[in-house]
């Protein structure tokens, strides 16, 4: 099993910026990559990027690209996404999330979710 916290959201300005942080604990070397999902109201849960904990390759969905950045500290097992120029559409609840194995393309561990409202 593998647990994840995510923290630091919170309510920002548009054009603001806010880090996330997501906490990985028990057998995290059974994983491949972590993710950053989102869920708007309203909405569909939606990918928004990954990273690989071997070679940091990193995916970015388009509506974030160039604004937002995941990044890894394997020693902590951390994950972070910092999110710049943030937008009030970028509002939404963000759950990280973590993959087991590089051939199934399906996240199998996921956090409670935190809050971030972008104020316009």
């Known amino acids: 099993q593998v647990q994840l916290v995510e923290s630091g959201g919170g309510l920002v300005q548009a054009g603001g910026s806010l880090r996330l942080s997501c906490a990985a604990s028990g057998r995290t070397f059974s994983t491949y990559a972590m993710g950053w999902f989102r869920q708007g109201p309203g909405k569909e849960r939606e990918f928004v990027t990954s990273i690989t904990w071997s070679d940091g390759s990193t995916y970015y969905a388009d509506s974030v690209k160039g604004r937002f950045t995941i990044s890894r500290d394997n020693a902590k097992n951390t994950v972070y996404l910092q999110m710049n120029s943030l937008k009030p559409e970028d509002t939404a609840v963000y759950y990280c999330?973590?993959?087991?194995?590089?051939?199934?393309?399906?996240?199998?561990?996921w956090g409670q979710g935190t809050q971030v409202t972008v104020s316009s």
């Open positions: 999330a973590a993959r087991s194995s590089h051939r199934i393309p399906q996240y199998d561990y």
